[in-house]
Nanobody, 124 residues
Framework: VVQLVESGGGSVQAGGSVQLTCVAS????????MGWFRQAPGKEREGVAA????????FYVASVKGRFTISQDTAKNTVYLQMNSLKPEDTAMYYC?????????????????WGQGTQVTVSS
């Protein structure tokens, strides 16, 4: 059974930083993809960042480039999302995702497994 467990969410003021952590158990895809999505109330879930587990190349949605960094520790089956210079519009539930490399990383079709989500709230 694959489980993705997120942690690290919380409330922060604009300009602050938060690091999210996702620990994957039962998932050992050496050439797959892991990533982070977010969903704000009334909005669709959007891909924020992704990393290819085999080579380490990364993807970022335009709105977070230069502010967010995704990284992985393959030995620990863990993926991180370092979020800096946070803005109120970054407020959302953040979900860890794991799957194959099919499809665009910003879409949801490559995702086979989802975490339960962790809330990030940025106040102005």
């Amino acid at each position: 059974v694959v489980q993705l467990v997120e942690s690290g969410g919380g409330s922060v003021q604009a300009g602050g930083s938060v690091q999210l952590t996702c620990v994957a158990s039962g998932y050992t895809h050496s050439s797959g993809r892991m990533g982070w999505f977010r969903q704000a109330p009334g909005k669709e879930r959007e891909g924020v960042a992704a990393i290819y587990t085999g080579g380490g190349s990364t993807f970022y949605v335009a709105s977070v480039k230069g502010r967010f960094t995704i990284s992985q520790d393959t030995a620990k089956n863990t993926v991180y999302l370092q979020m800096n210079s946070l803005k109120p519009e970054d407020t959302a539930m953040y979900y860890c995702a794991a799957g194959t490399t099919r499809g665009h990383p910003a879409g949801v079709y490559w995702v086979d497994y989802w975490g339960q989500g962790t809330q990030v709230t940025v106040s102005s």
